[in-house]
C-alpha cells in the first residue's frame, strides 16, 4: 500500500484557477508550511488518484506532494507548472514547434506514460 503526506487544509492559500476537468478544478497556490507554490486539483471525491501518484517518481511526471483528505475538501497537491498543461501551452505559444522539438516532446510524454503502464 502506498503512503502519502496528508496535508490541511488550512495550509493552503489558494490563488486563481488554472483549469477544469471532469473530475475537478485546478488552482495555483501556496503551501504555507513548505513556503512552496503548488497546484492543487479539488476532487469530489477523494478516489485512487492519490495512492497511484504517491509512487510514481520521473522527471516527465509532475511531482505529487500530497493530499487534502478530510471532506468536503478532497484535494491533490502537485509540483506547479507555470506555464499550465502541455495543451495549453501549444495553444497560447504564438510559434509553431519545429520537427526536432516535437520529437523531443513526444519521446519525453512517452517515457512518462511508459511508467504508468
Known sequence: ??????????EL?????CGAGAFGSVYRAHWISQNKEVAVKKLLHLAEEAQV??????RNI??????????????????????GSVY????HAGRHLVFDE????????????????
Not at 492559500?13 to 484557477?17: L, T, Y
Not at 495549453?88 to 495553444?91: D, E, K
Request: glycine share 4%; proline share 2%.
Open 53 to 58: 501518484l504517491s509512487v510514481l517518481s520521473h
Open 13 to 17: 492559500e489558494f490563488f486563481e484557477r
Open 88 to 91: 495549453s501551452f501549444l495553444q
Open 102 to 117: 516535437i520529437l523531443c516532446w513526444a519521446k519525453d510524454i512517452a517515457m512518462g506514460m511508459c511508467l504508468l503502464y
Open 62 to 83: 509532475i511531482q505529487f506532494y500530497g493530499a487534502v483528505t478530510t471532506q468536503p475538501n478532497y484535494c491533490l497537491v502537485t509540483e506547479y507548472a507555470a506555464n
Open 1 to 10: 500500500m502506498a503512503y502519502f503526506c496528508e496535508i490541511n487544509m488550512s
